[in-house]
């Protein structure tokens, strides 16, 4: 047995997975980013805990993969830009390399983009070349595999749904931009759109002030009119963002993941589906699958970098 040890970097927390062929966790660690220490310090620690992992595994590791929020040119493994991590053109594949005690290739990609690999070698995705990945949490982060390779672009900023304007009357989103699909399909969104519905003296037993993702989700399933009304409008949005995603890839399947997509992905399904199908022509929606992520962690992901 060999392994794989993949690195998911975030603002706030750095987790590694010592990863089989399968795509199992065998060991993981998790550790705070600190970003505010600086990068050296940042780079420090990652390469810290790939080798307390790398201390435990007993038998070969092929390589390290590291999966970070931004653009990021694989080619190089360069970082360059992390808007969260305050990186720009940060040379993060030879930095960690130099500093981990393994001499072993080290891969570096979007994050976003290192999960659907995840997804196509022992997750969600198995047995398609062509699927789209739809990770729903503080934003809406996506990725696409085309005839099994992943989609970049010209400039390494394919797939950036999140991004794509599908209300140009719609709310301000964090990028400048207005309208953005994550200023629906996120954590945010849900909270902004559940308040609207509040305020529009939708019948409810939540808090307009005191709005939690999870408060929501628990409400819509006991049929709160307001957590009801928010939810299918997301759904609906989802929809539009799927069909939009078809139209120019006609993928096979529709993976929905991250945190508030696994969650409510349930409540999602229904009014998603129902949002696609007429949005898309009859021929290129037939047996299209929406399904759910089933990699175990982001660090999984990113080890599938080097798998």
Not at 2 to 17: C, E, H, L
Not at 33 to 51: F, H, K, L, Y
Not at 186 to 213: C, K, V, Y
Not at 239 to 258: E, F, K, Q, Y
């Amino acid at each position: 047995m060999a392994y794989a040890i993949g690195v998911d970097v975030g603002a706030t927390k750095i987790a590694v997975a010592l990863v089989t062929r399968a795509g199992h966790a065998v060991s993981t660690r998790q550790t705070e980013t600190r970003v505010q220490d600086g990068t050296d310090a940042v780079i420090r620690r990652m390469a810290s805990e790939v080798d307390a992992l790398a201390a435990v595994a007993d038998e070969a590791v092929l390589g390290v993969g590291i999966g970070v929020p931004g653009l990021v040119n694989p080619d190089a493994g360069v970082v360059v830009q992390a808007v969260n991590m305050g990186w720009t053109n940060v040379p993060l594949r030879e930095r960690v390399r130099a500093q981990i005690g393994l001499n072993v290739p080290v891969r570096v990609e979007n994050d976003l983009r290192g999960a659907a690999r995840g997804e196509f070698l022992f997750g969600a995705a198995r047995g398609v070349d062509d699927f789209i990945l739809l990770a729903i949490g503080s934003g809406l982060g996506s990725a696409a595999m085309v005839r099994g390779h992943v989609v970049h672009g010209a400039n390494f900023f394919a797939s950036e749904l999140g991004h794509f304007v599908i209300d140009p009357q719609g709310r301000v989103c964090t990028c400048g931009l207005r309208g953005c699909a994550e200023t629906v399909l996120s954590g945010r969104g849900l909270i902004d759109t559940t308040r609207e519905f509040l305020q529009a003296d939708f019948s409810s037993s939540l808090n307009a002030n005191d709005l939690t993702t999870n408060a929501i989700l628990d409400a819509a399933r006991q049929n709160d009119a307001a957590a009801c009304a928010a939810i299918e409008k997301m759904g609906e949005w989802l929809g539009i963002v799927m069909a939009t995603a078809s139209a120019w890839l006609n993928p096979a399947r529709m993976i929905i993941g991250g945190g508030l997509g696994l969650a409510a992905f349930d409540l999602l399904y229904k009014p998603a589906r129902e949002s696609y199908s007429q949005r898309v022509l009859k021929a290129s929606q037939q047996g299209v699958e929406l399904v759910h992520s089933q990699v175990e962690s982001s660090a999984v992901g990113a080890a599938a970098l080097v798998l």
